[in-house]
């Protein structure tokens, strides 16, 4: 197949999560087409596990999809930030947790189509107490699960977050 040729970007909108741009692209035939693109500094997330067994979620509103949804704790990463560190911090922002054994589970590209936001997650089966420290505008309530619990969620459609479910099911694979 062959390469699409970028002839130019235009910055549309800069925010305060992602910049937008209008790419203008040479097809093979030698035709332009213009293409949405969404810059965006990358993320992190993890999936923590208690002593238990149970998964530990945050529910929280969304405002992309008006509504509240459950989700493993995830966020962007600051300036120059790692994503293990990126996720052992929101660890302990959104759950009041933080661990100093937190192992690699995988990446992924949230949506391919239009957008380069790459999420490193985690998960951490060693967890000690901490201290929350939400953002501002942040408002999450914590929440614990037996992974099994969260699979059937999955499939009914109550946990529809993209990051979540492919944290979830690559774990149960791991532990299988």
Known sequence: MEQLKRRDRKL???GHIFEYYEDTLE???GKEALYDFINHKGAAAILPVDSNGKIIMVRQYRNAVNRFTLEIPAGGLNPGEDTKTAA???LEEETG???ERIEHLLDLYTTVAYCNEKIGIYYTEELQPSKQHLDEDEYVE?????LQDLIEMIYRGEIMDAKTIA???AYKN???
Do not use: G, N
């Not at 914590?142 to 037996?146: D, G, I, N, S």
């Open 88 to 90: 052992a911090r929101e």
């Open 12 to 14: 549309i909108r800069k």
């Open 167 to 169: 944290a979830l099911l």
């Open 27 to 29: 097809l093979p035939d």
């Open 174 to 176: 791991k532990k299988l």
């Open 142 to 146: 914590v929440e614990r699960y037996p």
């Open 97 to 99: 947790y933080r661990s």
